[in-house]
């Protein structure tokens, strides 16, 4: 799986499961094989040859799986919310200015089981390992913890990362009375839904609000839905508590 040029990878979206089913994307091999009349296994691996082996026992005959872009919130493990995106360039808003910029959003991908309406999680696996690390927000005592990731602007919805990462819009509103940098931005990232459309995918946006709260000039941050007629993507864990916004103390 060295030499991607001549790969194929799967691309998002359901499949049948049938007798077999294998799955692949870069650096992963995914295998379902029946084992019976009610049960399949479940095999992945990924370039460092470890694996997971499941074995799955079915509901019904009529199961699908659903190969689809989730939030990048499982790897290295599950321990929060937030994410903090480092922008490789600083955007400098004059006062009370306004930009709107594309972004690419780390992701990761879910492998569910499709039993009609109700997609069950199995399995999530990430493409980008190596740059999936955690960060601290504020002090070590009362800081917030965050998935971190340095992006880069993009230029439209087209221009993600297959398997990598998805394209989010951010609009930041500067509405003190001076001129503002912003170099970064942290916010609860489980109100934010994932849209797919072959190998690429999308993530809702976010409004960053520059403003001043007493004495302490804040960027209030809240999502937005994206208009868009790619397929909407089942959320990984709807059980988790969302936080609808964040606010960021200004430097």
């Known amino acids: 799986m060295s030499d991607t040029s001549e790969i ?12 077999d089913l294998e799955l692949l994307l870069p650096n992963t091999l995914i295998k379902f094989q029946r084992i ?17 082996e499941k074995i799955i026992p079915i509901k019904s005959n009529d199961v699908k799986i659903g190969l689809v872009p989730i939030r990048p919130l499982n790897h290295p493990a599950k321990r929060t919310n937030y994410v903090f995106l480092k922008l490789d360039k600083e955007i400098h808003l004059g006062e009370n200015s306004a930009a709107s910029i ?11 089981l499709i039993y009609g ?23 070590p005592d009362t800081g917030t913890l965050c998935k971190y990731a340095e992006v880069s602007l993009a230029t439209d919805y087209n221009d993600s990362i297959s398997y990598v990462n998805g394209v989010m ?11 503002q ?4 931005v942290i916010f609860p990232i489980t109100d934010n839904n994932l849209y797919y459309n072959n190998s690429k995918s999308i993530v809702d946006g976010i409004k960053i609000i520059m403003k001043k709260r007493a004495a302490v000039n804040i ?9 868009t ?14 936080v609808h916004h964040m606010e960021m103390t200004l430097e």
Do not use: M
């Open 36 to 52: 019976s009349d009610d049960a399949f296994s479940y095999f992945r691996e990924n370039s460092e040859g470890q694996t997971i």
């Open 117 to 139: 309406d109700n997609h069950e999680p199995l399995d999530w696996v990430t493409c980008n390992h190596l740059n999936s690390r955690f960060s601290l927000y504020g002090s």
């Open 8 to 19: 194929t990878f799967s691309n998002y979206g359901i499949y049948d499961l049938g007798d």
């Open 181 to 184: 940098t912003i170099s970064k």
């Open 229 to 242: 007629e790619w397929t909407q993507a089942p959320g990984w864990d709807n059980s988790t508590d969302s």
């Open 169 to 179: 819009h951010i609009v930041i509103e500067n509405t003190l009375s001076f001129a």
């Open 102 to 112: 594309f972004v690419h959003c780390p992701i990761e991908i879910g492998i569910f």
């Open 219 to 227: 960027a209030e941050v809240k999502p937005t839905l994206v208009d």
